[in-house]
């Protein structure tokens, strides 16, 4: 079977050459092409001219991933429960699934790993060499691509994919997942909707990105939104939004596009509303300016709590320079962002809403004063004794918050 595979296989990428496909963009006509040439080729093995093939339509399937795909990894790309795959060698082959690491039974050979890897940047313009050892990408089907190669790596090549899986694209669905309760959701939505800014925190795939899309599905549909992120990973439902993503440095060291300059050229763009996929250096003092001039927004940030997100926020702007202090940026931390959404992966892979604090715009001794409106003592997300900032705001949208929060004070 596996001399006939690979005969049908050398066929079809000949068919395809000559024929002048693209697989990455003409999927259909590939797939044409391959049953087209499987039916073929069953036809010459009925009369032995070619070894006969006892799973056509496996066989079909494995030409496509193989051709058009990305081979023995396609299948964890199409299984919908799989969020994540990592390669740290070619006989440790990992994905996530449900928030659990499993190890699979795939086993890839070194040269296999760097074709994979070519074949998803080949459509991203970006590269992957001794000078630039380090890639992240957005592939044209959603997913997005994290590569390190020696010697930075000791040995072998890492491959991180990360599946971006559309599982909330309003704050309803969310709490179909159970990740909020509907009164944790009814307030965020009156949040955002009266143009608060809100900061998204937590660990790595806590589901911060969910969690913005989420949010994003909140805000009028009358509204202009930009989005600035490292590599496109969200995916808003809205209908007037312009995304944009950085870009590296090409071989002459010319030509990057940092995250600090898409803000930037976002405020030019007459934003409504500015939404930042995630802050880690300079550019949150860049993101602060913005929220600060007036420009409603949500982005992402690493962190512990609630209150270590505060306290990044602070110490993240004064990457960008000496001149910059903390007596100007604790201030317009302040003053800047609204509200902290937390969020955490529990033992058992559930990601959850922990907290939702809010940021009162008061500063004590150089520590901003916070004040708790849901929190999680236990299982449950139940309201806190805390309100959130700029009730004028909520009443111009046409929400009577004050007195909807008050009901629900310990509930």
Request: charged share 25%; with cysteine.
């Amino acid at each position: 079977m596996a001399d006939g595979v690979g005969l049908l296989e050398s066929e079809v990428r000949e068919l395809i050459r000559r024929r002048g496909l693209d697989p990455a963009r003409d999927l259909d006509g590939v797939k044409d092409l391959i049953a087209a040439a499987v039916a073929d080729y069953d036809d010459r093995a009925v009369v032995g001219l070619v070894p006969r093939l006892p799973d056509i339509e496996g066989v079909a399937k494995l030409l496509q991933d193989s051709v058009a795909g990305l081979g023995p990894l396609q299948r964890y790309l199409d299984d919908p429960e799989v969020e994540e795959i990592w390669i740290n060698e070619p006989g440790k082959v990992f994905i996530c699934r449900s928030g659990r690491a499993e190890l699979t039974t795939t086993i890839l050979e070194e040269q296999q790993v760097e074709d994979l890897v070519e074949k998803m940047l080949r459509t991203t313009g970006r590269r992957l060499d001794l000078s630039t050892p380090f890639v992240d990408a957005a592939l044209p089907t959603g997913e997005r691509l994290h590569a390190v190669i020696p010697d930075v790596t000791r040995r072998h090549w890492a491959v991180n994919i990360r599946k971006y899986l559309v599982r909330a694209r309003r704050l309803g669905d969310l709490v179909a997942l159970g990740s909020l309760t509907q009164t944790a959701a009814d307030f965020l939505h009156a949040a955002v909707a009266s143009g608060l800014n809100v900061v998204v925190s937590g660990a790595t795939q806590a589901g911060k990105t969910t969690m913005v899309n989420a949010l994003a599905g909140s805000v009028p549909s009358h509204e202009h939104i930009i989005t600035c992120e490292e590599v496109f990973e969200l995916n808003l439902a809205a209908r007037d939004v312009v995304a944009m993503q950085c870009r590296q440095p090409n071989l002459e060291g010319n030509g990057e596009i940092p995250l600090r300059r898409l803000v930037k050229e976002a405020l030019r763009m007459r934003p409504d509303r500015l939404i930042i996929g995630e802050v880690r250096e300079a550019e949150s003092l860049d993101m602060l300016i913005a929220l600060n001039a007036g420009n409603p927004g949500l982005c992402t940030v690493h962190a512990n709590s609630a209150r270590e997100a505060v306290v990044k926020l602070c110490t993240l702007p004064l990457l960008a320079g000496e001149n910059v202090s903390d007596r100007f940026v604790v201030p317009t931390v302040a003053a800047a962002v609204d509200l902290i959404v937390h969020l955490d992966l529990d033992a058992a892979g559930k990601r959850r809403t922990r907290e939702i604090v809010a940021l009162s715009g008061r500063v004590e001794q150089g520590v901003i004063e916070t004040a708790p409106i849901f929190h999680r003592p236990d299982q449950d997300l139940v309201r806190s004794h805390g309100f959130p900032p700029h009730p004028d705001r909520f009443a111009r949208a046409g929400f009577d918050l004050p007195a909807w929060l008050t009901e629900r004070v310990g509930n």
